[in-house]
């Protein structure tokens, strides 16, 4: 039983392109976030989102947009795709409405741009 | 916004070593979380502690608030311990957020 599901786990594509990242919790949680951790490993927060409404974004280039369909869903879409998004994309979920809550992370999905 | 420093940056020990890894913040924070993240990249949630004192087994995390500090207690090491360590806050406020450090790389050798 997968908690917070992301796919896919792997994507390789090219400057330009457009692509998506799904993600999907089962713990009936309130709150989702997109994370990107770069090749430092460091983390940062690029959105969050509360029963399908944006609490936050943070300064993230309006080539990303996230969505979300339910409050189970938060998907990231990611247009004209360019070199300095390779990372590692981290969905997580919280229990809690307002404030920061214990955070669950999907697996991750590594973004390679070529 | 807040700062979040974690020392030390990276740390080698052998199975069976006692370690202690510190993360330090600049504001007062509504909460403070320790994860793993192991050699595959999976990120785990340690603990949830924004005061106070917490054990899980050989794990043990301690936060002082007031002098905005926590403590990451690891005991008789294992190699499946390796990985880094990210300390996380948000700041008093309600930023909504949580902000992390650079992590400590743990290695544990056999």
């Known amino acids: 039983d997968t908690a917070v599901s992301q796919t896919p786990k792997y994507l390789v594509t090219q400057m330009g392109n457009d692509k998506s990242i799904k993600c999907e919790q089962n713990?009936?949680?309130?709150?989702m976030y997109w994370y990107k951790q770069d090749s430092k490993k460091f983390l940062k927060i690029m959105f969050s989102?509360?029963?399908?409404?944006?609490?936050i974004n943070e300064t993230v280039p309006n080539r990303f947009s996230p969505k979300s369909p339910d409050k189970a869903h938060l998907n990231l879409h990611i247009n004209s795709l360019e070199l300095g998004d390779s990372a590692v994309y981290f969905c997580a979920s919280s229990p809690r409405t307002g404030g920061v809550d214990e955070q669950y992370f999907g697996p991750g999905t590594r973004l390679t741009v070529t | 916004g807040i700062q979040v420093e974690q020392s030390p940056p990276d740390l080698i020990l052998q199975e069976g070593a006692n370690s202690t890894l510190r993360c330090n913040f600049s504001?007062?924070?509504?909460?403070l979380q320790w994860f793993h993240q192991n050699p595959w990249g999976q990120l785990i949630n340690l603990f949830y502690?924004?005061?106070g004192t917490k054990q899980n087994g050989r794990l043990s995390a301690t936060t002082v608030a007031t002098e905005r500090y926590s403590l990451l207690y690891i005991s008789s090491s294992q190699t499946t311990d390796s990985g880094v360590y990210f300390c996380?806050?948000?700041?008093?406020?309600?930023?909504?957020?949580?902000?992390f450090g650079k992590g400590t790389k743990l290695t544990v050798n056999p």
């Open positions: 996380a806050v948000e700041q008093q406020g309600g930023s909504e957020k949580l902000v």
């Open positions: 502690i924004p005061s």
């Open positions: 989102y509360n029963n399908k409404e944006l609490i």
């Open positions: 713990l009936g949680h309130d709150t």
């Open positions: 504001d007062s924070v509504n909460n």
